[in-house]
């Protein structure tokens, strides 16, 4: 089941139940990935990778207002952005936990040969293909930039 009918079905169930939080949500990224069909070069289809992209980008636009409604102490606004990023994250994969994460790009760096923190690049380029949206890239560049720099 495609990304867009699973979205579909979600918002059906939604909408019998009235469950605002989660209508807001869907919609939002309905939206999405009807803009992204419709964009040029989509070729009015998304694959599951550009659908993992798209879900963490609108949860990274999320954290971001988050943040900054935390910092000017609008909870009422924070509160809906952080209810729409637990709905969106849902249809995201399961996320790597932090012992779990070092693991992998301890390996990653074994493999890629990188010893400075020059080699971030190529650690970066390997790592965001093998953890395929598991991982945040944020995440990901923090526990690089630690590991290189010891």
Do not use: C, H, W
Not at 53 to 79: C, G, P, W
């Amino acid at each position: 089941m495609s990304l867009e009918q699973k979205i579909m079905a979600e918002l059906k169930t939604a909408m019998l139940a009235k469950n605002e939080k989660a209508l807001r949500s869907l919609r939002a990224v309905k939206a999405a990935i009807l803009l992204a069909k419709t964009s040029e070069g989509a070729g009015g289809e998304l694959k599951e990778e550009d659908e993992i992209k798209l879900l963490q980008k609108l949860v990274k636009q999320r954290k971001e207002s988050l943040e900054i409604y935390q910092q000017q102490n609008r909870t009422d606004l924070a509160q809906k952005e952080q209810e729409e990023i637990e709905i969106i994250e849902k249809f995201l994969p399961q996320q790597l936990s932090a012992e779990e994460l070092k693991t992998i790009l301890i390996k990653i760096i074994a493999e890629v040969g990188a010893s400075s923190p020059a080699d971030i690049g190529k650690v970066m380029g390997s790592a965001t293909k093998q953890l395929g949206g598991r991982a945040d890239g944020k995440t990901i560049s923090t526990l690089v930039k630690e590991l290189l720099a010891k």
